[in-house]
């Protein structure tokens, strides 16, 4: 075959083409540090690096997750260790006064232990991220608030519930402590009903329960079975006298599983807390069910974490002590009750801050990890691509040198 002219001008066009692509791709890649610029150029590890580039975003949302929990928790530490400190303070206080020489200063111990309280409340509806650090799920208004009269202190009735972020693809954290689990009253109906029981069978129970001020009551829950694994539940409220001030507004409709025998539903929505508030009478606790279950005997017994509250307690104590009434032991140990739930509260949110803090170091090694993967697939080695472009380069300059000598003419026309 006659090779003429034009073929080899074509070639040597073609060639000097080829080389100023690969020149132009390797000033590209050194000057990105990437060197998959689409799929087609490494389809496999086109693959890899999407499939990395996807986790990578996720572990990215999870550590912004962990350290948002961790500014809220240190926070929450920081109020719990704030209130510790003023309850520790209204401890030592109320020992002094077990001596009948400091009982004669007991207006002084009454401001003292007031102005702990002030500053324990203030704590308690303190903030972090724009949100009531124990408010729980309802950030409507603050968790605790004086009555008009002065004369306690009222909880707002939704301070329960948890606020969770996801920090991981199988794990939600909450990173909460409730105003109702560290400053609220909760009665709970713990104990078992009897699965082989007739329907209409009928279990009854009353405990002692408090406004306030300190005033005591009567709490009575009755629990009729009304079919297979399902009972209803009403309670009612009595003063001293025997009088209902207060009765369930309708009954509620319990659910057990027939297999396991834990409650289910309550009214068809899974257990929580039900808050009693009865404004009139200053009564305020919250119900909890959760620790039922369905087995074959009837044995319930109603429980309390604290009869008062401990900013009403504290209100008790201060008002008796501006009476010439000294703290009785009772209220000496309500208040290290509390002092020791706080410590374990505190102890509790160690817990998480230490699950979190090892999830976000895991995270963080398979954040390097991955993306020392994709350095590997799709990364550029800079010295060893400049000097590849150096060679590419010296390369189309003594093409062009020898199309030069070898087509004078034709090749320079077509340059």
Same mark, same amino acid.
């Given at each position: 075959?006659?090779?003429?002219?034009?073929?080899?001008?074509?070639?040597?066009?073609?060639?000097?083409?080829?080389?100023?692509?690969? +020149?132009?791709?390797?000033?590209?890649?050194?000057?990105?540090?990437?060197?998959?610029?689409?799929?087609?150029?490494?389809?496999?590890?086109?693959?890899?690096?999407?499939?990395?580039?996807?986790? /990578?975003?996720?572990?990215?949302?999870?550590?912004?997750? +962990?350290?948002?929990?961790?500014?809220?928790?240190?926070?929450?530490?920081?109020?719990?260790?704030?209130?510790?400190?003023?309850?520790?303070?209204?401890?030592?206080? /109320?020992?002094?006064?077990?001596?009948?020489? #400091?009982?004669? #200063?007991?207006?002084?111990?009454?401001?003292?232990?007031?102005?702990?309280?002030?500053?324990?409340?203030?704590?308690?509806?303190?903030?972090?991220?724009?949100?009531?650090?124990?408010?729980?799920?309802?950030?409507?208004?603050?968790?605790?608030?004086?009555?008009?009269?002065?004369?306690?202190?009222?909880?707002?009735?939704?301070?329960?519930?948890?606020?969770?972020?996801?920090?991981?693809?199988g794990i939600q954290q909450r990173i909460n402590i409730t105003g109702l689990e560290i400053f609220g009253?909760?009665?709970?109906?713990?104990?078992?009903?009897?699965?082989?029981?007739?329907?209409?069978?009928?279990?009854?129970?009353?405990?002692?329960?408090?406004?306030?001020?300190?005033?005591?009551?009567? &709490?009575?829950?009755?629990?009729?079975?009304?079919?297979?694994?399902?009972?209803?539940?009403?309670?009612?409220?009595?003063?001293?006298?025997?009088?209902?001030?207060?009765?369930?507004?309708?009954?509620?409709?319990?659910?057990?599983?027939?297999?396991?025998?834990? /409650?289910?539903?309550?009214?068809? #929505?899974?257990?929580?807390?039900?808050?009693?508030?009865?404004?009139?009478?200053?009564?305020?606790?919250?119900?909890? &069910?959760?620790?039922?279950?369905?087995?074959?005997?009837?044995?319930?017994?109603?429980?309390?974490?604290?009869?008062?509250?401990?900013?009403?307690?504290?209100?008790?104590?201060?008002?008796?002590?501006?009476?010439?009434?000294?703290?009785?032991?009772?209220?000496?140990?309500?208040?290290?009750?509390? #002092?020791?739930?706080? +410590?374990?509260?505190?102890?509790?949110?160690?817990?998480?801050i230490n699950q979190f803090t090892t999830i976000e170091n895991m995270l963080t090694q398979q954040n390097?990890?991955?993306?020392?993967?994709?350095?590997?697939?799709?990364?550029?080695?800079?010295?060893?691509?400049?000097?590849?472009?150096?060679?590419?380069?010296?390369?189309?300059?003594?093409?062009?040198?020898?199309?030069?000598?070898?087509?004078?003419?034709?090749?320079?026309?077509?340059?």
């Amino acid at each position: 075959m006659r090779i003429t002219e034009t073929m080899m001008s074509n070639y040597y066009i073609g060639s000097i083409n080829n080389l100023k692509d690969k +020149i132009a791709l390797l000033q590209r890649q050194i000057s990105s540090g990437v060197r998959i610029e689409k799929p087609s150029d490494s389809p496999t590890g086109a693959v890899k690096v999407i499939r990395n580039n996807d986790h /990578l975003l996720q572990i990215d949302t999870y550590l912004k997750n +962990i350290q948002s929990g961790l500014s809220f928790l240190n926070q929450t530490t920081f109020a719990l260790q704030s209130i510790q400190d003023e309850v520790v303070n209204v401890v030592g206080k /109320l020992e002094e006064l077990v001596n009948p020489i #400091n009982q004669q #200063n007991m207006s002084l111990y009454a401001d003292m232990i007031e102005n702990s309280l002030r500053l324990m409340v203030d704590v308690a509806n303190s903030k972090a991220d724009g949100k009531f650090i124990f408010g729980g799920t309802d950030q409507s208004g603050k968790p605790f608030v004086y009555s008009s009269d002065g004369q306690t202190i009222e909880q707002n009735t939704k301070i329960n519930g948890y606020n969770n972020v996801r920090i991981s693809q199988g794990i939600q954290q909450r990173i909460n402590i409730t105003g109702l689990e560290i400053f609220g009253t909760i009665v709970s109906a713990d104990g078992t009903l009897d699965k082989n029981s007739a329907v209409g069978n009928i279990i009854t129970q009353t405990r002692n329960i408090y406004d306030n001020l300190g005033n005591q009551y009567s &709490l009575q829950v009755n629990i009729q079975k009304t079919n297979s694994n399902q009972y209803e539940l009403t309670y009612s409220i009595a003063d001293s006298n025997s009088n209902t001030i207060y009765s369930s507004p309708s009954p509620l409709q319990l659910v057990f599983n027939s297999t396991t025998g834990s /409650l289910e539903t309550i009214d068809g #929505n899974t257990p929580s807390t039900i808050n009693v508030n009865v404004p009139s009478n200053k009564i305020n606790f919250n119900l909890d &069910l959760s620790q039922l279950r369905e087995t074959d005997t009837d044995q319930v017994i109603l429980n309390a974490n604290q009869d008062i509250d401990i900013f009403n307690q504290l209100k008790i104590i201060i008002e008796n002590l501006r009476n010439g009434v000294p703290p009785t032991d009772e209220q000496r140990a309500a208040v290290n009750a509390f #002092n020791s739930k706080v +410590i374990g509260k505190l102890s509790e949110i160690g817990n998480i801050i230490n699950q979190f803090t090892t999830i976000e170091n895991m995270l963080t090694q398979q954040n390097l990890d991955l993306t020392e993967n994709n350095s590997q697939v799709n990364g550029v080695d800079v010295a060893k691509a400049i000097i590849e472009l150096q060679n590419q380069d010296y390369l189309l300059q003594l093409s062009q040198k020898l199309a030069a000598t070898i087509l004078p003419k034709s090749l320079l026309d077509y340059l």
